[in-house]
């Protein structure tokens, strides 16, 4: 029996990709995309659930899937505070794992950060850590946590910061090995086959995939 997908985070750089991996894919019947703004694009699998992310617990019945794929992720300077980043980063991931968990859900794959740590001393990294300390307490079969380096790919609102970075990092990757492979930077649609792939093994438990890994 085809399943039923449901993304969050899709018009961020690996959610875009992943839609369009979903939309194509044999496992999938319908692929339900939940976010604050209507996307541009018809296709016969998909459902648009349009909802402010804070209010997720009312669209609840709208949201029953068999793999729950969350992308959803910004920066403090895109924000705007602290405060609105561990909203995104924090409260919104764990709000969609806990309802979509109570719907019997099979799955949650999530992305994270390298680094990810509940004790590290960059906020970012520490709210990544706390993210997924708290998605690995809900009762999905399976549980996939991707901890991606520096994503490339072509964002609607580039950060240049990250643009920069990608550039230092892309040169000096040939250099970044043993220990330090992990911080090569990774495209986005390799992240977002890895999550497929992933989904697509059906296994159980908790896993971490790291950088090197995709």
Known sequence: MKKTALLAGATGLVGKALLQLLLASDRYAKVIVVGRRPLALEHPKLTQVVTDLGQLEAMRLRLIADDVYCCLGTTQQQAGSKEAFYEVDFLYVVKLAAITAANFAAQFLVVSALGADVESRFYYNRVKGEMEAAVRQTPFRAIHIFRPSLLLGQRDKPRLGER??????????????????????????????????????????????SSEEL
Request: hydrophobic share 45%; no cysteine.
């Open 164 to 209: 920069i970075g990608a550039v230092l990092l892309s040169l000096a990757s040939p250099l970044l090995r043993g220990g330090w492979r992990k911080y090569r930077p990774v495209e986005a649609t390799t992240v977002a086959q890895a999550m497929l792939r992933a989904a697509e093994d059906d296994g159980g438990g908790i896993k971490v995939h």
